[in-house]
């Protein structure tokens, strides 16, 4: 299925990518007070970082994933796992009405219509449903991740991350859907590889949109300044979620 957002050529890198602080995600899960079997649906699923977390949850779990190479990626990393790969978008899951506890979009709701997307997760989910949006935002607190940043916005004049990192209550709440939003916020540090923390910044689509030709260059001047780190270095990452229950 062809988007605007196509991350054909980025789809192996994301398995580099930082999984989403364990913490938030368990915070969730209470708040929304899903049980084991649990119906869930992961939109936007691509190379499976939240949709292995609810598998291992015990939920049953419909992954949907628009682009053919980064379904191909979640349902390698899935193989064997109790979950259901599909295609579709947020805005059309081609899934049926009134079947999910919850519904999620990890990394991906900023890549949709939101106002569609939400009255798309109203239809598929059971009354009293939750709906949750969630990134794992780079902590640029954290020196490395602040050395990264600064020599991006050095190389791309006006850089920016669109809606990926605002607060998404407006959103959630101009839909006259779902109840006031909850928001959980975890942090971690993680001790990774040079080489994969490089590797995951080239699945970056959004850097790759914003430096169009200049893309693979900036990746290399990363590489140069993470090399001067050692070959394991610690970078820290926040995972940011907004929740919301569906109004009766």
């Known amino acids: 299925m062809k988007t605007q957002w196509d991350y054909t050529e980025l789809a192996q890198h994301y398995l580099n990518r930082p ?3 364990v913490e938030a995600i368990n915070d969730f899960c209470d708040l929304a007070e899903l049980r084991q079997r649990a119906n869930v649906c992961d939109v ?28 191909e990626v979640g349902m390698a990393v899935t193989d064997g796992k109790p979950v259901n790969w599909s295609e579709g978008t947020g805005e059309h899951t081609g899934l049926s009405a009134n079947t999910f506890d919850a519904v999620t979009f990890g990394s ?21 449903g939750w709906f949750a949006c969630l990134w794992n935002h780079r ?4 020196s490395l991740q602040a050395e990264v940043e600064e020599l991006i916005k050095t190389n791309i004049v006006g850089y920016g991350y669109g809606t990926r990192r605002e607060d998404q209550t407006d959103a959630i709440q101009s839909s006259h859907l ?18 994969t923390y490089v590797d995951a910044w080239r699945s970056h689509g959004t850097l790759q949109r914003q430096a169009g030709e200049h893309f693979y260059s900036i990746i290399d ?13 610690q970078v820290g990452y926040t995972t940011r979620l907004w929740a919301a229950k569906l109004l009766d």
């Open 44 to 71: 936007g699923a691509g190379s499976a970082h939240l949709t292995k977390l609810l598998i291992d949850k015990g939920y049953t779990v419909s992954a949907v994933e628009p682009n053919r190479a980064m379904r």
């Open 139 to 142: 902590d640029l607190s954290h």
């Open 178 to 195: 779902f109840d006031t939003p909850h928001y959980i916020e975890a942090s971690y540090v993680a001790d990774v590889p040079s080489d």
């Open 221 to 233: 001047k990363i590489a140069d300044l993470c090399s001067r780190q050692g070959d394991i270095i």
């Open 19 to 21: 999984d989403y602080a």
């Open 108 to 128: 991906s709701f900023n890549t949709t219509n939101r106002p569609k997307a939400l009255l798309e997760t109203k239809r598929i989910l059971k009354p009293g």
